[in-house]
């Protein structure tokens, strides 16, 4: 039986290293979109796609803090960390920076339509007081 599952584990290895080697990325001069850079049918297409899910997220905020008003203090605090960690630049290897985004802790602890909004918020406030995006 622990042969069958060496040999199993090399065989995942050995495919993965196959994959990666076959499949190697290549230079990408990508970086977020600039200012006025996107169409406006495309901005407008995109919030309009947004908004059902920031109303969806407003209800579900609204009931989330009804049911249970002691969860205030803990959206706060996701939307201060979501905050904190999308504010973090980390230097990539290719000279540009990446940055985590913390809503993912959020969605789980709370759902996705509630982290939208929070979201949101963060990225206005991002905007407004670190001046990101401009």
Same mark, same amino acid.
Do not use: C, D
């Given at each position: 039986?622990?042969?069958?599952?060496?040999?199993?584990?090399?065989?995942?290895?050995?495919?993965?290293?196959?994959?990666?080697?076959?499949?190697?990325?290549?230079? !990408?001069? !990508?970086?977020?979109?600039?200012?006025?850079?996107?169409?406006?049918?495309?901005?407008?297409?995109?919030?309009? !796609?947004?908004?059902?899910?920031?109303?969806?997220?407003?209800?579900?905020?609204?009931?989330?803090?009804?049911?249970?008003?002691?969860?205030?203090?803990?959206?706060?605090?996701?939307?201060?960390?979501?905050?904190?960690?999308? !504010?973090?630049?980390?230097?990539?290897?290719?000279?540009?920076?990446?940055?985590?985004?913390?809503?993912?802790?959020?969605?789980?602890?709370?759902?996705?339509?509630?982290?939208?909004?929070?979201?949101?918020?963060?990225?206005?406030?991002?905007?407004?007081?670190?001046?990101?995006?401009?």
């Amino acid at each position: 039986m622990k042969r069958k599952k060496w040999m199993s584990t090399l065989l995942l290895v050995l495919g993965f290293v196959l994959y990666f080697s076959v499949n190697e990325p290549e230079s !990408a001069y !990508a970086m977020h979109i600039m200012e006025g850079f996107l169409p406006m049918g495309w901005a407008i297409f995109w919030w309009v !796609a947004f908004i059902p899910f920031f109303v969806l997220g407003l209800r579900a905020l609204r009931k989330i803090t009804k049911e249970t008003p002691e969860l205030k203090i803990m959206l706060g605090l996701a939307g201060a960390f979501t905050f904190v960690l999308s !504010a973090l630049k980390i230097p990539s290897v290719t000279g540009s920076s990446s940055h985590p985004t913390g809503t993912g802790l959020g969605a789980v602890m709370f759902g996705p339509l509630p982290m939208s909004v929070l979201g949101s918020i963060v990225l206005l406030f991002q905007a407004v007081l670190l001046a990101h995006g401009a």
